[in-house]
């Protein structure tokens, strides 16, 4: 089962420009994560925010968590050609065990 | 950080046949794995959670018949498809969380396995 939308789908920018990915999901949250997935690979985990915080920096990331609107931001600032990839936000099921997904993004960035 | 290799990369198999898929924790035990299947272009769905020492948990429509999980030590999961039809290739990727993190904390993936039947 999904958790929620994503969206764009699909993101085309040039290199150096910000990247802005949205997510919602649909039940209560204790944290929800960002993870990324280069083509035909595993995922990689991004950053974690918790329920409580509304903004959290890791580098060039930053998410933003709105549970007011269960919605969250991933910005990726000062894009660069290998931050070409799929990015999904995950939360947990209600069970409190599983990652669940969301559709993720595909992030293109040119040169 | 933490490692979870998945075994094998890819493979290719005949109707009919059987597929087994490992998952390991290198460096810490898992004492739960979890499974996911991958279409091309789309999310990860979670198939089921591996629990060590007991039997595994399904997800609504995924036949536990067909998608055999095992798994054995607080390291090691196995998934194994059973008489693979056409329909079932796909990308299998397993997680696994350190048990001494516990709680609700970040998954470790392995690299996933290409999975092909013909």
Not at chain 1, 53 to 72: I, N, P, Y
Not at chain 2, 30 to 38: K, L
Not at chain 2, 87 to 101: H, K
Request: charged share 20%; with cysteine.
């Amino acid at each position: 089962s999904q958790q929620g939308e994503e969206d764009p789908q699909a993101l085309s920018i040039q290199e150096g420009e910000n990247a802005t990915m949205n997510c919602s999901y649909k039940t209560s949250i204790n944290n929800l994560q960002w993870y990324r997935q280069n083509s035909g690979r595993g995922l990689v985990h991004l950053i974690l925010i918790r329920s409580n915080e509304r903004e959290k920096h890791s580098g060039r990331l930053r998410v933003t968590l709105d549970t007011s609107k269960k919605s969250s931001s991933l910005l990726i600032t000062a894009s660069r050609a290998a931050d070409t990839a799929s990015y999904f936000c995950a939360t947990f099921n209600q069970a409190g065990t599983a990652l669940i997904f969301g559709k993720g993004t595909t992030l293109s960035v040119s040169s | 950080g933490a490692v979870v290799s998945q075994h094998p990369s890819w493979v290719i198999c005949k109707s009919g046949t059987s597929v087994k898929i490992e998952c390991r924790s290198l460096d810490f035990q898992a004492t739960t794995m979890f499974w996911y299947r991958q279409f091309p272009k789309q999310s990860l769905m979670l198939m089921a959670t591996s629990n060590e020492g007991s039997k595994a948990t399904y997800e609504q429509g995924v036949e536990k018949d067909k998608f055999l999980i095992n798994h054995a030590s607080l390291t090691l999961s196995t998934l194994t498809v059973t008489s693979a039809h056409p329909e079932d290739s796909s990308f299998y990727i397993c997680s696994a969380r350190d048990d001494r993190t516990g709680g609700l904390t970040e998954a470790f993936f392995g690299q996933g396995t290409r999975l092909t039947v013909v």
